[in-house]
């Protein structure tokens, strides 16, 4: 069982940056494909971002594509998305979430993953 907690939400001014943070504990940590979704109120849970076991791919929404940049440290159980160039419709609650996919794979699809963190609001003022 993987527990995943988030961290670095917050309010933000458009065109700033933010850093999310996702610490993973209960498993093995480098063993899990690993993705960032987000749900703004009244949508749809949305993919931003995956990451493979050892980083070496990764895939983004096309709406964040050029802004966020998602890694990992295997070695601190830990996933980041640092956020730049944050826009309003970017705010919304940010969800880690974990995936045992095969070696070095990944997926957009949120019914691929497995463990779920609580969730971080973000929230870009216009």
């Known amino acids: 069982q993987v527990q995943l907690v988030e961290s670095g939400g917050g309010l933000v001014q458009a065109g700033g940056s933010l850093r999310l943070s996702c610490a993973a504990s209960g498993g093995t940590f480098g063993r899990y494909a690993m993705g960032w979704f987000r749900q703004a109120p009244g949508k749809e849970r949305e993919f931003v971002a995956a990451i493979s076991w050892s980083g070496v791919n990764t895939y983004y929404g096309d709406s964040v594509k050029g802004r966020f940049t998602i890694s990992r440290d295997n070695a601190k159980n830990t996933e980041y998305l640092q956020m730049n160039s944050l826009k309003p419709e970017d705010t919304a609650v940010y969800y880690c979430?974990?995936?045992?996919?095969?070696?070095?794979?990944?997926?957009?699809?949120?019914?691929?993953?497995?463990?779920w963190g609580q969730g971080t609001q973000v929230t870009v003022s216009s």
């Open positions: 979430a974990a995936s045992s996919l095969p070696v070095d794979s990944l997926s957009t699809r949120s019914s691929r993953y497995n463990y």
